[in-house]
């Protein structure tokens, strides 16, 4: 595994893993060189159709589920992908060989791999993650906006926008990258928002009851 | 310190601490016996006025900013004040020796105290507190309603609805006893979620951009 920049033509059998933000992969795919190349952006269908007109079945598109709020080399973490999820995309165009050779290394890296569809994770990606991003975006915003002293902060507010410190040059091109399906997802939540308000607004201790019971039983499927 | 239950009428000196959902607080502030009483309920000037009406100056309305998604015995923690704060919301009326012995017991958890209006702490809290879990049970009910499949959640998801795993009856009756408070700050969330989806839709970078920045800065500033 080696760095784009270093990357020789004929390094057939190496695996070129790109990392930069969504929207500046779709312009560094066609540029790298290398036997298999795969990607970890937080979005897929757009980056695996570069990545095939580029490399053909020895793309892969993946994304590994981990990361934190901090960037740079100085945020690196030898355990990050351990017990974590690896999303693999292959389509019916993706060499097998290559395949394995990403999954291996997903998995020499402690992560479990999971294979789908590039549109089928995009759209499960704006449910799981890219909403939560907008949603910590405009809470810290508003309760920012709402005059809340400095440093007068519970562990609710702490946790509910920890992802509200991640700088913005990603996320910028996530959101726009996966614009429709972050769309849906937002309005989605603006409904299940608009509903508990009124419970509330109305005093309708059933009504709250039953969206708090949802949610809770929503995330103890989903975290698992 | 003892339990109510077990409170001697006599007891003067001694501290009642009260800490039940803040519905069943009104109702049992009234009954509480013994020399300084207080409670740690998360909204004060209901609970304040109870107080008062049973205790006069010997009422201190009290808020630990601590806490956890557990409930019972089992989730009990010797550290879990240290180093956070302890809100007390005394008036005109309180007595002095009262503020202190609250104060003092306040500190020996290794708390540190804040004094402050118990309206302004209803307004504060609406915002740090009651709109982040509003958000996180909305986010947790949209996610699953969205369809997102067992086991597939990052750290995102995970951190921003861990709230969202408190069971109903403390929040049912928060939302409630802080009503009008937590709606307006639930409206302001609304109009800046709105403002982010819109420059998504919009594909205004620039936008995005500042309700991002904005994010940033005032969870960096509340946190301290």
Redesign the interface.
Known sequence: MHDVAGAPEDAAGDVTVLAVPVRALRDLVARARGGVVTDVGSTKAAIVAAGEAAHGGRFVGGHP????ERAGPDAASAGLFRG??ALLTPTPTTDAAALAAVADLWRAAGAEVVEMGAAAHDE?M????H??????????????????????????????????????GM??DV??AN?DA??R?????????????AA??A?D?DA??A??????????????
Do not use: K, N, Q
């Not at 809340?148 to 509200?164: K, N, V, W, Y």
């Open positions: 589920l981990a990361g934190t974590r999820r499960l704006a449910a799981v993650s909403l939560p991003h907008v949603v910590a975006y405009a809470l810290a915003d508003a309760v920012g906006s709402l005059g809340a002293p400095a440093g007068m902060a519970g562990g609710g507010f702490i946790d509910t926008t920890r992802i509200a410190a991640t700088p913005p996320w910028v959101f726009l614009r972050v769309l997802a937002t309005s989605r939540f603006a409904e299940r928002l608009e509903a508990l308000r509330i607004d005093g201790e709250i009851r969206c708090i019971d949802a949610a809770r039983s929503a995330r103890a499927r989903i975290v698992g």
